[in-house]
């Protein structure tokens, strides 16, 4: 049986990373877990899909900022997504 701590752990390093990063398969290489696991913890972990899909939106909003006014495009948020 798997470690709940160990995952925590894994799932915040990674959530971290990809909000560092901007790139799953970046995050996972760097925190060392398989890109299945992530998608796994997605499907099964309400808790995660917020924290993955703020992280998202912190990144939308990044991209925002660093790209100037010409090339802005609207902001999507998913349906379900934390306001």
Same mark, same amino acid.
């Given at each position: 049986? &798997?470690?709940? /701590? !160990? $995952? ?6 990674? !959530?971290?990373? *990809?909000?560092?990063? %901007?790139? $799953? ?8 877990? /398989?890109?299945?696991?992530? *998608? *796994?913890? #997605?499907?099964?972990? &309400? ?5 993955? /899909? ?6 939308? #909003? ?5 790209? %100037? ?5 609207? #902001?999507?948020? /998913?349906? %379900?997504? $934390?306001?």
């Amino acid at each position: 049986m &798997p470690n709940p /701590r !160990l $995952i925590e752990e894994q799932q915040r390093l990674f !959530l971290k990373a *990809y909000a560092r990063l %901007g790139d $799953i398969n970046a995050a996972v290489e760097e925190v060392g877990i /398989r890109r299945e696991n992530h *998608y *796994y913890w #997605l499907r099964r972990n &309400p808790r995660y899909l917020e924290s993955f /899909r703020d992280a998202e939106w912190a990144l939308q #909003l990044t991209a925002r900022k660093t790209t %100037g006014p010409k090339f802005r495009v609207p #902001l999507k948020r /998913r349906e %379900g997504a $934390i306001q």
